[in-house]
């Protein structure tokens, strides 16, 4: 076996080849591979597609002007949310204003991170700026 450090560096593809040895062996009597269900029933790859399909996810700054400003979304309005992060993606936006229902939100596109929420009043007397675009929903 060889060190995962050698010379001060160190080698991340045979630590990588050395962690997949151990754990595609498994005791006698049990079926497995490298690509087996380890955590909780789930494989390697469900993990990593579901990391990859990333929902979108709210700022602390987003999450305390939701409560403050008593915005309710919903799980269709999560996806319709993540449905125009695509769209605004696809067009090139990074930064988007994007207005549904009664609400204003400010979201990272790439990131799918919602960066503040403005309600309707607020929107009147409000100038957006460092938006790349805008999507009204």
Known sequence: MANEISGNRYNLTDAIIRQSERVGSTPAGKAGNAGSQVNGG????????????QRISFSKHANQRTEERN?????????RLEDACDKAQ????????????????????PNKVVITVVDKNEMRSNVFTNIDGALFL
């Not at 915005?71 to 996806?79: A, F, V």
């Open 42 to 53: 789930r494989s390697f790859q469900d993990i990593l597609n579901e990391q990859l399909t």
């Open 90 to 109: 696809q067009k090139g936006i990074k930064d988007a204003l994007i207005v549904m229902n009664d609400s204003a939100f400010i979201v990272n596109a």
């Open 71 to 79: 915005i309710q979304i919903s799980e269709n309005d999560l996806s």
